[in-house]
């Protein structure tokens, strides 16, 4: 571990609660990179009838700080959730829902803190292995490609920036897709040290709770090689919803709201 980590750790931030309404078994929603809370704006209403709701903005993101000694590991957003739920003095472990980077978030989570877990729901998780333990081509040129692209959006600070609404368009993600000069290292970073490097896979098969995985069959970042992966795991129950993609819009919403129940 680095000294700015060790330093880090020594102080984790807690993050921004941006919305907790509700009463009832508390589900906990986490969003992905670069976006906050507001991906949640039409799942939230289906649940609040039922459930206590909180949202959260990842660090970085939305209205929650950026450290300047951040690296935006996944242990170090991991760190900043976990004290950020202890904060709140949660009595009984919760729902946890993690959309895109925040699925990935949410499964290191729910390894490491089994006790504060009942269930996990993971929407549109971008789960990636090395192209290199990749046996089937056509699988391993998709993630390749992705591979690339986030690379080309990481050393392009100039050109990506000027370009983030073209490139949310271009990306069918606009609608909740943010990239400035306020969120740029915890953009660059959290993609390189948490999407392109993960453990995902080994994290989800680590977690003992019940597991939902739900997504699109028009998400444009799930490549069927690790969904294949994960849907062989006995604890995880995949939901294929037809004629939705990657964001959270109404069919993906109500698909997650009857997942939660």
């Known amino acids: ?30 969003h992905g ?18 459930h206590r709701v909180i949202t ?5 993101f939305g209205e929650s700080v950026a450290p300047d000694d951040a690296t935006f590991t996944l242990d170090e957003h991991v760190a900043s959730l976990a004290t950020t739920l202890d904060s709140l003095g949660l009595r009984a472990p919760f729902i946890l829902v993690g959309h ?14 089994p006790q504060r ?13 090395a192209p290199s333990e990749l046996g089937d081509t056509r699988v ?16 392009n600070k100039e050109f990506t920036i000027a370009n983030a609404a073209r490139i949310g368009r271009l990306l069918q993600i606009s609608e909740v897709f943010e990239i400035s000069e306020r969120n740029w290292t915890a953009f660059i ?4 040290n948490c999407i392109e490097s993960q453990t995902t896979i080994s994290d989800i098969a680590a ?27 006995r604890h995880v129950t995949m939901h294929r919803v037809e004629a939705a993609d990657h964001l959270v819009r109404k069919r993906l919403a109500r698909a997650v709201s009857r997942v939660i129940g």
């Open 140 to 155: 391993r040129n998709q993630v390749g490609a992705y591979m690339r692209a986030y690379e080309f959006i990481r050393v």
């Open 189 to 192: 970073l959290s993609m390189k």
């Open 100 to 113: 895109s980077l925040g699925s990935l978030i949410s499964a290191r989570y729910a390894a490491v803190r």
């Open 56 to 60: 959260i903005d990842l660090l970085g």
């Open 207 to 233: 977690v003992r709770v019940p597991i939902d995985v739900v997504f699109g069959s028009l998400d444009q970042f799930i490549t069927p090689g690790t969904m294949r992966i994960i849907e062989q795991m």
């Open 33 to 50: 990179i670069a976006s906050s809370s507001v991906t949640f704006r039409r799942l939230v209403p289906l649940l609040v009838d039922r």
């Open 117 to 129: 877990v009942a269930r996990l729901v993971l929407i549109s998780p971008p789960v990636y292995l």
């Open 1 to 30: 571990m680095t000294l700015l980590s060790r330093l880090f750790r020594a102080r984790v931030p807690l993050l921004h609660v941006a919305s907790d309404q509700g009463e009832g078994p508390v589900v906990v929603l986490v």
